[in-house]
């Protein structure tokens, strides 16, 4: 590790969000665990100092990547949803950008690993859930407004929402954990299948006779 006395002075104008940014490249070599205050602060070229006036802890930097890898998270799905063009039948629309969201969840997952598993970090996820950045909106924004999408569609009673809310993400999530963790030997036709296979069954659930 350079030694702090050779660390050059840091001129950059926005030394939080640099440090974020080297929080987010070692999430992505790591995970949560790989998260080192010191370690940001060598490779943003500051004294360790200079990043305590920004972080206090390292569980602050911490929430701070969460936080971005959530509004990662919600991007990668909003991309999705604008991958899947109008037919101009609205519940098949619907359902379409719902299956789409499912889908960019767990492919975020396995596309950035080390994000992923900071975003829910237990230590993490509750403070970066609660504050995510201005402006951005959180994976749970975006699921929320398919799911209304359904009901104004007239697919999902208005009733229905919370259940709906947690049957999508439970299904989704605990996917991407299994193909993160006992199901990783798998192929990637074999890992499309069972994405496709999940997002039908989350249908059949939420859809009754739809899907």
């Known amino acids: 590790m350079t030694p702090a006395t050779s660390v050059k002075p840091y001129h950059h104008g926005d030394l939080r969000n640099a440090l974020v940014e080297a929080g987010v490249e ?37 929430t701070a990547v969460a936080q971005r890898a959530l509004t990662d998270l919600a991007k990668a799905m909003q991309t999705e949803i604008r991958r899947c063009r109008p037919s101009g039948d609205e519940q098949a629309d619907a359902w379409r950008t719902a299956r789409a969201v499912g889908k960019a969840y767990v492919e975020f997952a396995l596309r950035e ?5 900071t975003a829910f970090d237990r230590r993490a996820h509750a403070a970066a859930s609660d504050h995510i950045e ?12 398919r799911l209304e ?11 229905d929402m919370a259940a709906a809310r947690m049957l999508a993400w439970s299904s ?18 074999e890992r499309k299948a069972m994405v496709e296979a999940t997002l039908d069954q989350v249908g059949a659930g939420l859809l009754p006779g739809r899907t």
């Open 26 to 62: 070692l999430a992505r070599e790591g995970g949560p665990a790989a998260i080192v205050l010191r370690e940001a602060a060598r490779r943003v070229g500051v004294s360790p100092n200079a990043a305590y006036r920004h972080f206090d802890s390292l569980p602050a930097l911490v």
């Open 113 to 117: 690993q080390g994000l992923f598993q």
């Open 134 to 145: 201005p402006g951005a909106v959180s994976p749970q924004d975006v699921l929320t407004e």
């Open 149 to 159: 999408a359904l009901v104004a569609a007239g697919l999902l009673p208005a009733a």
């Open 172 to 189: 989704v999530h605990g996917l991407a954990l299994l193909l993160l963790g006992p199901l990783e030997h798998l192929s990637r036709r």
